[in-house]
């Protein structure tokens, strides 16, 4: 599976922005498609995740829940990450990924539940 994460940007505190995610090479109607963040210094933070069979949705609790929606277009291989109310940590690079065989519960959230990453896209909140 190839993963093409797109849309980031620079953006003001208070705005909002969409980041996609494409995949190829095959089909993810079994995966979990996840988002995760990573600043310099810091270890890789999942942000969502949402399981392509049912549509299952998984959030950070307490930093993006409520200001985050991760969706999936099934014709286009693509899953979306609306980010609204962007906070400056929020700054970030967001990575998507995709895993085959994640169980249902705390697994979804560890990154090493993921067998495919894309490249990453930058967000930067300005205050």
């Known amino acids: 599976v190839q993963l093409q994460a797109s849309g980031g940007g620079l953006v003001q505190a208070g705005g909002s922005l969409r980041l996609s995610c494409a995949a190829s090479?095959?089909?993810?109607?079994?995966?979990?498609l996840g988002w995760f963040r990573q600043t310099p210094g810091k270890e890789r933070e999942f942000v969502a995740a949402i399981r392509w069979s049912g549509g299952s949705t998984y959030y950070a609790e307490d930093s993006v829940k409520g200001r985050f929606t991760i969706s999936r277009d099934n014709a286009k291989n693509t899953v979306y990450l609306q980010m609204s109310s962007l906070k400056p940590e929020d700054t970030a690079l967001y990575y998507c990924?995709?895993?085959?065989?994640?169980?249902?519960?705390?697994?979804?959230?560890?990154?090493?539940?993921?067998?495919?990453w894309g490249q990453g896209t930058q967000v930067t909140v300005s205050s």
């Open positions: 990924a995709a895993g085959r065989t994640v169980p249902f519960g705390r697994s979804v959230y560890a990154g090493a539940s993921y067998e495919y």
């Open positions: 090479g095959r089909t993810v109607s079994s995966y979990v």
